[in-house]
């Protein structure tokens, strides 16, 4: 067997493989290392890389939906604003309807307490008065309408003749009131209260 060993031959292919092994496992453990890292590397690499894609897609998507929902918040803040303009608006034209609803009010009941007029159904009654008080002297009738509220005393009054009245207002000139003080006052607020009084009336008693 050592003369097998000791064969030229033999010793050169022996040596040739010794060689090639010991190549191979310098080679191996250089390269090893290597390897790992970069097979670790692409491992860690393609999840990484599929993530940021993954992320990079859903991240449009999110920007879209949050575009469109602002879009949306905006267009429901806009239209907020509408109706609460258009409700002050409304809630303005209610109080000015309020106080024009209120002055007419105002205005009807001043007419309504400045213009007498006689109805149909004391027509008769107040012509009998307007006679009887035609009858008496002034200073009764003005004694009378002390104790009488101003609508019957003009109803009465627009039934008598100019000459009638004339001296009554006289007379209610110099004759003191209540208070004291001359009726002249009430007197000029009955002449204007007659003056008002509808054209349509009864005849003026004789």
Known sequence: MMTKLLNPAATAIFSLVLSVAVGVTLCWRTLAPLLQAAVATQVKK???????????????????????LKEERASLRARSD????????LAAEEQELGKVRADVESIRKEIADRVIEITTDEQKNIRTLAQTYTNLSPKAVVAIFREMDDTTAVKILSLMKPDVVGPIFEQMSVTA???????ARRAAILS??????KASK?????
């Open 46 to 68: 393609e999840p990484t890389e599929f993530k940021r894609k993954g992320w990079d897609f859903w991240t449009i998507e999110i920007e879209n939906l949050s575009n469109e």
């Open 82 to 89: 509408q109706l609460d303009q258009r409700a002050a608006r």
């Open 177 to 183: 009131g209540a208070d004291g003080t001359s009726l």
């Open 192 to 197: 204007e209260k007659l003056r008002l009084m």
């Open 202 to 206: 009864p005849t003026t008693a004789a």
